[in-house]
Nanobody, 127 residues
C-alpha cells in the first residue's frame, strides 16, 4: 500500500504546477483524499480535500487557495491531481497527499484523520 506524490518544483510567482498523487495497493477512489502542506516553521495545513462520491462530489479548499487551486480525481489512473495556478511565494511548502477511509466517504481537514500518506513534494515559488 503506497501513495506517491510528485510534480513539485520551483516556479516564479504567477506560475503553475500540477501535483499528482498516485496510489498503489488499494483503490484510491474508495478513499477521501487531501493535500496538506507544511512551510518551514509552520504547522501542516489542509489545502484541498475531496470526498469519494461520484455524484455531488464535495470539495474543500483553504481560503488562501480558493480560485487558484483545483483538485480532481481520475479513478482509472488511481490518482488525484492538484492543479495550482497563480502561485504565490506564500504557497512555498512541502506538499503531501493523504488518503482516508471512512464509512461516510467524507474528507477531513485534520491530518490525524488520514491513514495513508505520500512522501511529500517540494513546491518553491519565487517572487
Amino acid at each position: 500500500v503506497q501513495l506517491q506524490a510528485y510534480g513539485g518544483g520551483s516556479v516564479q510567482s504567477g506560475g503553475c504546477l500540477r501535483l499528482s498523487c498516485v496510489a498503489s495497493g488499494f483503490t484510491l477512489g474508495d478513499y477521501a483524499v487531501a493535500w496538506f502542506r507544511q512551510a518551514p516553521g509552520k504547522e501542516r495545513e489542509a489545502v484541498s480535500c475531496i470526498d469519494t462520491s461520484d455524484e455531488n462530489t464535495y470539495y474543500y479548499y483553504a481560503d488562501s487557495v480558493k480560485g487558484r487551486f483545483t483538485l480532481s480525481r481520475d479513478n482509472a489512473e488511481n490518482s488525484v491531481y492538484l492543479q495550482m495556478n497563480s502561485l504565490k511565494p506564500e504557497d512555498t511548502a512541502v506538499y503531501y497527499c493523504a488518503a482516508r477511509w471512512d464509512v461516510s466517504g467524507g474528507y477531513s481537514e485534520r491530518d490525524d484523520q488520514y491513514h495513508y500518506w505520500g512522501q511529500g513534494t517540494q513546491v518553491t515559488v519565487s517572487s
